[in-house]
């Protein structure tokens, strides 16, 4: 599965380096991670690390490849 989450605001690059998985690109006021995502665990465990970091989720959503 691929998929694309959508943080606001701007990650800095310390930020998304916690997230080697994700490729990411800054755009209009978000941070835009995307990239495969195993499974239903590993898409709960992306969610919880960026809960953990303060991150506000906008948008979650599969994607074609």
């Known amino acids: 599965m691929h998929y694309e989450i959508r943080v606001d605001g701007h990650m800095s690059d310390t ?3 916690t997230f080697p998985e994700l490729d990411h690109v800054v755009m209009r006021g978000q941070t835009v991670l995307f990239g495969q995502v195993v499974d239903e665990a590993h ?6 690390r960026l809960r953990s970091l303060g991150l506000r989720v906008v948008e ?3 994607t074609p490849h």
């Open 15 to 17: 930020l998304t380096e």
């Open 43 to 48: 898409l709960y465990g992306l969610l919880a």
């Open 60 to 62: 979650m959503r599969p």
